[in-house]
């Protein structure tokens, strides 16, 4: 089932998984699409998303495109079609497909006269769970997208105005302040927020807030619109001064037969940070998870060293304060402060308990005796504990209040899942800035006039700094102290990978000793598996990989792996994928001695069996182009695929390993597997021939003439020729072609020498050269006949076949695609027949023979289908489409 999300970055799911949609052109296409609610979006309309007011003189044709690949993606489930109608298209799908309508049509709902505030506020809470970011994030940045954006987001400010009444209505003015204030903050001039906000404060017995807030909007409205607070925030500001005041604060006595105390209220909050900006989701959470309504509190702030986490939690600490009437207690862990030891939990309580009223002399010496009294001491008071910079849940256990009304915020570069798991803590993953973000954090230490100048350069250093804010704040004091130097050129400095991390430092402070402190606390496997991480070849790896590269076995990796995790310094970025942020394997590589040429072997071997049974599986019926070399290790465990589709996953998860794989190999001097890595690649270059392979092929190719191997030469000159070839390089494609089967007829490989022959005849087509295309057809489907390979043979008379078509002889064609269909029996290599039945139904075509045509087409459909190749199956129930039987409308 399709689900297509607007309400935040533009996205398409299938069955709950994301779909990849490609550049934001086509997602612009999409969303329009989707916005038009089954009506005509034309042409000009997609090109005004697009472009404004400069479309490119092919801006037709590259709509056309973006529509074929949308058709594409949307045609497996058949849940939504795109209808090309007059000069434009119109896309079909259900209503309840589009989060959009589904958000639209509950806030209809709530306008209906039936409607009651108990009924509205589960619909709008529903409602407002949809979005997840600003609407139609990530889109092509034109005036009409913005101005379809802002309808979105002024539809989702009613919502929460109407939800916040509401809220108050029903007695829930807790939650209503909650949802109101962010907003309100942002749109300070919005009285349809304020007023609401107003009555939600005055319902919680914060009449002072609410009349600072009240005075502060108007000062705005005056200043900057010159008018007066309007009717509903009057009426609002006339209930709060006609309430009485609220009662004064009592805290209730404290139960327990310790020491004398005195009541005293702590406010031992962390300092705030300087420049603090951004992480608006981040401190929604934070407040969300400490509200007074839950029972005993208790928030985890995780990530990585440097993401931000202290300065996170001081900044919400200072308007939070405020909600816990009783106080703020806050202690710095040190868990990862480096040559200073961690602080002892019997130490912190001992602080804790002189903050809240008891003698030093009384604070008892046993530290269980100290947590019991520290937990009756709050037993009735309503207080905010801030724990900064933990190691490990042992150090934090003592210090957790357990008292309903109070809120416990944690923060640690460990994920301290033992705190989740035994006092249901709610986590709080930071993660790194993304690019506005990180530029508004520039602004702050470098002004706007300086950042706003070069937009290109701050993107690139908020990449180069992996979007940390510990190394955008380092790099920008460097640039705060050199005014002369630009933007650009700091970028440069940083891009060069060798200096990167020595550059992340000023004066003592310094991202390479950060990273230091978290790496000293890891157990020695998950330190050694850090290093090598940092030194594989691929951007990310699995389990598999991992144990290959650590010759260690699957549980061993696991364990290794899950350390990295919890320590913050490795990311799960799909189920069972990982990788190493730049600056964290940057950081790593210089933990130990660069691995050698012999420790990759087992890798190269793990990504050499695994490419051998996807290829198996991913042209079923196919021969293996290769065996593994005779001094290989295959891993404890190789991946199993139980259909193309799973096989062409796996390849598609790991292309940029299997590539990068390939020049380590050749660079290590592992010549005997670069080149058979890099053929194996053949089942993902014939689906993406227009990607980028010349780089692994050409290593391969170095490879094998550094064997003097002949049959490795010709298999990677037959595949780095048709690849030239369907770019269109063909004088380059033939000077590969035309050596290839002479090295495979030296080899000894005469389905080699068939396929070579037959990608030479492609090229010398193109190129005009109708007669010798004709003779390499024959000799190929000759040479695949006296092989002996029913599969080669099959494909080399589609060639013939197909040369036959194209040249004005369908008779011919028809008769010889029909001989290779017999080739084989009827439940062997599905793609091949399809594409001979394919062929069949286009020579019908030819000799208006539509009826049978018809019958192939859909065949041929049905087969491509069966064996996983669903655009080609689109190809063929498209012919279909256009071919009409007789008596057919």
Not at 70 to 77: A, D, E, I, Q
Not at 93 to 104: G, L, S, W
Not at 323 to 333: E, S, T
Request: aromatic share 4%.
């Amino acid at each position: 089932m399709l689900e297509f999300r607007l309400l935040g970055p533009v996205e398409l799911h299938r069955d709950g998984a994301g779909v990849h949609l490609g550049p934001p052109k086509r997602r612009t296409v999409l969303a329009m699409l989707l916005l038009a609610d089954h009506a005509l979006v034309t042409t000009d309309r997609l090109a005004e998303a697009l472009w404004h007011e400069q479309p490119p003189k092919h801006a037709k044709t590259t709509i056309q495109g973006h529509i074929s690949h949308l058709r594409r993606l949307l045609h497996p489930t058949g849940d939504a079609t795109i209808v090309t109608a007059g000069d434009g298209y119109l896309l079909r799908t259900p209503a309840d497909r589009i989060d959009a309508r589904r958000f639209q049509a509950a806030v209809l709902e709530t306008r209906l006269g039936h409607s009651t505030p108990a009924s509205t506020v589960p619909a709008l809470r529903q409602a407002l769970a949809l979005w997840h970011g600003p609407a139609l994030a990530g889109l092509c940045t034109t005036p009409l997208i913005a101005s379809l954006a802002a309808e979105l987001e002024e539809a989702r400010l009613n919502a929460v105005e109407v939800l916040g009444q509401a809220l108050t209505t029903e007695h829930l003015a807790e939650e209503a302040v909650f949802l109101l204030r962010g907003p309100a903050n942002r749109n300070p001039l919005r009285e349809s927020l304020v007023a609401p906000l107003l009555d939600a404060l005055l319902a919680t017995d914060r009449q002072a807030e609410a009349i600072e807030l009240y005075h502060r909007t108007a000062r705005l409205l005056a200043d900057e619109l010159g008018v007066n607070p309007g009717p509903a925030m009057a009426r609002a500001y006339a209930r709060i001064l006609a309430a009485p005041d609220a009662a004064p604060h009592t805290a209730a006595p404290v139960e327990s037969p310790g020491p004398a105390t005195d009541v005293l209220r702590p406010l031992l909050l962390p300092r705030s940070p300087a420049g603090f900006t951004g992480r608006e989701r981040e401190l929604a959470v934070l407040d969300d998870a400490v509200k007074p309504t839950r029972d005993a509190p208790l928030c985890l702030v995780t990530g990585p060293a440097g993401v931000g986490k202290s300065a996170l939690v001081a900044h919400w600490a200072q308007h939070a304060a405020t909600a816990f009437p009783d106080g703020v207690l806050f202690a710095r862990l040190g868990g990862f402060a480096g040559t200073v030891p961690a602080a002892d939990p019997a130490s912190v309580l001992r602080d804790f308990l002189v903050a809240l009223g008891t003698r030093p002399d009384d604070v008892p010496q046993n530290t269980a005796t100290a947590e019991s009294l520290y937990r009756a001491l709050l037993r009735y008071r309503r207080v905010l504990v801030l724990l900064d910079d933990a190691l490990s849940y042992d150090q934090v256990r003592p210090l957790l209040p357990g008292a309903t009304g109070c809120a416990t915020v944690v923060t640690s570069r460990n994920r301290l899942e033992s705190l989740v798991a035994a006092d249901c803590a709610r986590p709080l993953l930071l993660d790194r800035l993304g690019p506005r973000q990180g530029a508004a954090l520039l602004t702050g230490v470098l002004g706007s006039d300086r950042v706003d100048a070069e937009p290109g350069a701050v993107g690139c250093l908020v990449r180069l700094c992996d979007g940390l804010p510990l190394a955008l704040r380092l790099t920008g004091a460097r640039l705060a102290m050199r005014p002369e130097r630009s933007l650009r050129e700091a970028a440069e400095e940083l891009y060069d990978e060798r200096q990167r991390i020595a550059l992340l430092a000023v004066d003592d402070v310094d991202l390479a000793s950060v990273l230091r402190a978290s790496v000293a606390h890891l157990p020695p496997a998950a330190a050694d598996l850090l290093g090598l991480l940092a030194h594989h070849f691929g951007p990310d790896t699995d389990l598999g990989a991992v144990a290959a590269l650590t010759a260690a076995t699957p549980a061993d990796a696991r364990a290794a792996l899950e350390r990295l995790l919890a320590a913050n310094l490795l990311e799960e970025r799909a189920h069972g994928r990982y990788a190493l942020h730049d600056l964290v394997r940057l950081f790593a590589r210089t933990l130990g001695p660069v691995p050698g040429p012999e420790r990759v072997l087992p890798l190269l071997d793990h990504y050499l069996c695994g490419a051998l049974a996807a290829s198996a599986v991913a042209v079923a019926g196919s021969q293996p182009c290769c065996r593994l070399p005779e001094n290989a290790h295959p891993p404890a465990v190789t991946p199993v695929f139980t259909d193309r589709a799973e096989a062409m996953a796996w390849y598609a998860r790991e292309r940029q390993s299997l590539v990068a794989a390939v020049a380590t190999a050749t660079s290590a001097g592992h010549h005997h597997r670069a080149w058979r890595l890099a053929v194996l690649l053949w089942p993902l270059v014939v689906q993406q021939p227009e990607a980028e392979w010349e780089a692994p092929l050409g290593h391969a190719l170095a490879s094998a003439a550094e064997l003097a191997d002949a049959d490795a030469e010709s298999r990677v000159r037959t595949l780095l020729g048709w690849v030239l070839g369907e770019k269109g390089r063909l004088e380059e494609a033939a000077r590969h072609l035309e050596l290839a089967p002479d090295l495979a007829r030296r080899a000894g490989d005469s389905e080699g020498e068939a396929i070579a022959t037959a990608n030479l005849a492609q090229v010398h087509e193109r190129l005009g050269r109708v007669a010798r295309a004709s003779q390499g057809y024959e000799r190929a489907a000759l040479l695949a006949r006296d092989a002996g390979s029913p599969q080669t043979e099959m494909l080399t008379t589609y060639y013939l076949a197909r040369h036959h078509l194209l040249n004005g002889r369908p008779s011919q064609a028809l008769a010889l695609a029909r001989h290779g269909l017999g080739l084989a029996p009827e439940e062997q290599v599905p793609a091949r027949r399809a594409m001979l039945t394919d062929l069949c139904g286009q020579a019908l075509v030819a000799l208006s023979r539509h009826g049978e045509a018809w019958e192939h087409f859909h065949r041929a459909g049905r087969l491509a289908e069966q064996d996983g190749f669903a655009a080609d199956a689109a190809e063929y129930y498209a012919r279909a489409a256009e071919t009409r039987t007789p008596g057919r409308a």
